[in-house]
């Protein structure tokens, strides 16, 4: 890698790790407001879709879903890639599992697809190395962020994912990082020898992953010893935290990332934050409490991709108390799930009421009936479900549980259906929790 994009990339990581530290929350909002002056004035006219828009301020422009980015593709980009090219040339990759492969010059990666059509997300050589900056500046801990700076050993980073990307790899610029993937389409047992010989300082997987990784430790089978832990791409359940910290004596971390972006990350007291030095998020408030929203994300740091009053479909539940790390930007208490994880429950009164994940999650969390696994998915009126192993008396504690709620919620108990435990592949995201199809209204 040429000096030049060494220096892009210490660059980010200093201003990252030193230069964006806000006084109060006005600092922070000052700050964003002139970032967006520039990125309107400057950056929008790369994108043609916005040339035709007159705005003075972020609110005069559309919010955006991925019906209409993927609809708009071509013109919400500055390189002038269709989605039909992107789209073939990110499958072909992920095929052949070539995933250093650029078109022309620029990283293509797509999302996972559990969610209607995959989106498409597009990065160029400067963006990757600043992420990189970001990303190591962000999710290293003290001891081997000094240890990184003082030119010690290498940081042994363990990666598992479905796909790997040439953004991710970038992290091996400075060679003061030892990148390993581990592609989640391979046998997992070589996978379980390549982790026991590289001995990572970091692993980032999946909550499933890093579940089965602290089965595997408890058992006996497996002798890592991490120094960080990050949970990526699904919702960390409770009990998956609470075996993952038990066996390895530390905190779960968690990234917030997506197809838009690196949007979120926890401190050093475990508690999300959103990337506001580098994204505006406008909360569309879901509930009355105005403690549940959905984000509406402008990047205003990106020019190859607009990400501009982009709608995403995760439930955020805001933190109420300041963290005590003192960071100003944004707390958030869960990343609940997604919009369709809300489940459905009838009032007396014929309405349908929101019964949202966390609510659920809890439920079969604090319960006092241990349960190895659960599901819950609603189709219509009916709820079905997934209790253990379905043993009579876990069925009748997940019927508990969900009347409890009822109750809580002055709601219906919907039809109930047991359903036989299925084994999920390894590399499929896990959503305990989801609404199949939304019950009729009456």
Sequence with gaps: MIANDIATLIRAFVKTRWGLNFKSRAHLEAYQERQLKVFLAKKLPLFPFYNKIKADNLQQLPIMTKELVLKNFSELNSKNISLESATRFGLDIESNREFQLLLNGITIGLSSGTQGPRGVFLISKKERLVWSGVMLAKALPPTLLERMILKAKPIKIAFFLRTNSRLYSTLTATKRIEFEFYDLLDQWEELLWKL??????????????????????????????P????????????????????????????????????????CEHNIVHLNEEFIHVEPKWIDNDKTRFLPIVTDFTRTTQAVVRYQLTDILKIRSEPCPCGSHCMAIEEISGRNDDILWMQKPSGDWKPIFPDIIRQGFYASSVPFAFYKVRQKKHIWEIVAGQNSEHQQVEAVR????????????????????????????????????????KQ
């Design 196 to 225: 026991e010989v590289q001995n990572p300082d970091v692993i980032v997987a999946p909550a499933k992953v890093l579940s089965l990784l602290a089965s595997k430790v408890e058992q006996g089978s497996l002798s890592i010893k």
């Design 401 to 440: 549980i969900c009347q409890s709620i009822a109750n809580k919620q002055d709601c219906i108990l919907p039809a109930i259906n047991f359903i036989p435990p299925e084994d999920d592949p390894i590399f499929q995201k896990s959503r305990r929790i989801q609404c199949i199809e939304r019950p009729e």
């Design 227 to 266: 120094n960080r832990l990050i949970s990526v791409a699904e919702v960390l359940e409770p009990d998956d935290q609470a075996l993952i910290e038990k066996v390895f004596q530390q905190k779960v971390h968690q990234i917030y990332q997506a197809t838009e972006g690196f949007l979120g990350i926890t």
